[in-house]
């Protein structure tokens, strides 16, 4: 079964908070996301695999670790996702983006997709789908299901707010896949909106309404 990580690091909290917070404008929401994100990759990426190399130093010849090239591919959900791209690209800066367009139906709740672009050697990549929210789980389901259609085999989901609801239902449809979050909330409203979430992250992220 896959497991569930929250970064509980008091950077990241702290700037969660201020995320949160409904007096945040877009502008300082959209540069604390962005740090946030670098702050996970961060801690996303503590299992990349090194290997050893000799170099030399000023003083003498050493063995050290250099990471082993693995071949990386970051996956934001649009539109939201975008907002934690560049943040992770900080520290991953040669990992490939590829994107998947989905939104929900207000109706519904039900994920569409209107987009889906992935680099060629998708079997021997790692890919970390991001996406600021996890609420009923069904876009990051639907996305998980669009990367192994295409033959992906290595697949994190990482998002800075899950509700329970959305974390169970991921585990449902795929229970290998490990979710990375910077926070797990109490629960959906009526609404399908996470409480205490943040609102609407694509939103606050981008200006609109
Ligand atoms: C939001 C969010 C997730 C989705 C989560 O996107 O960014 O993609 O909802 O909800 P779910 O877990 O119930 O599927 P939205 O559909 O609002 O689109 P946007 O990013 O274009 O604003
Ligand atoms: N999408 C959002 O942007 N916010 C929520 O709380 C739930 C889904």
Redesign the pocket.
């Known amino acids: 079964m896959g497991k569930v990580y929250v970064f509980d690091h008091p950077l990241i909290q702290h700037k969660l908070t201020y995320i949160r917070d409904k007096n945040t404008g877009t502008k300082e929401f959209r540069e604390l996301v962005d740090e946030v994100a670098t702050l996970m990759a961060f801690e996303i990426t503590r299992d990349m695999p090194t290997e050893d190399i000799e170099i030399d130093t000023p003083v003498t010849k050493t063995t050290t670790q250099v990471l082993s090239g693995k071949k990386m591919a970051i996956v934001p959900?649009?539109?939201?996702?975008l907002g934690m791209v560049d943040g992770m690209l900080k520290l991953i800066p040669a990992a490939k983006v590829a994107h998947i367009g989905?939104?929900?139906d207000p109706e519904t709740?039900k994920?569409v997709e209107y987009y889906a672009k992935f680099p060629a050697d998708i079997e021997e990549r790692e890919f970390i789908i991001v996406?600021?929210?996890?609420?009923?789980?069904?876009?990051?389901i639907e996305a998980i299901d669009s990367l192994k259609k295409r033959g992906a085999k290595n697949i994190k989901f990482m998002c800075l707010i899950a509700a329970p609801e959305?974390v169970e239902a991921i585990h449902e449809h795929h229970p290998e896949i490990d979710i990375y979050i910077a926070a797990l909330d109490e629960k959906l409203n009526d609404h399908?909106y996470i409480v205490p979430g943040l609102g609407?992250?694509?939103?606050r992220l981008f200006g609109t309404k």
């Open positions: 959900i649009l539109r939201a996702g989905l939104y929900r709740l994920p996406d600021p929210m996890l609420a009923t789980g069904g876009s990051a959305g399908g609407d992250a694509g939103d």
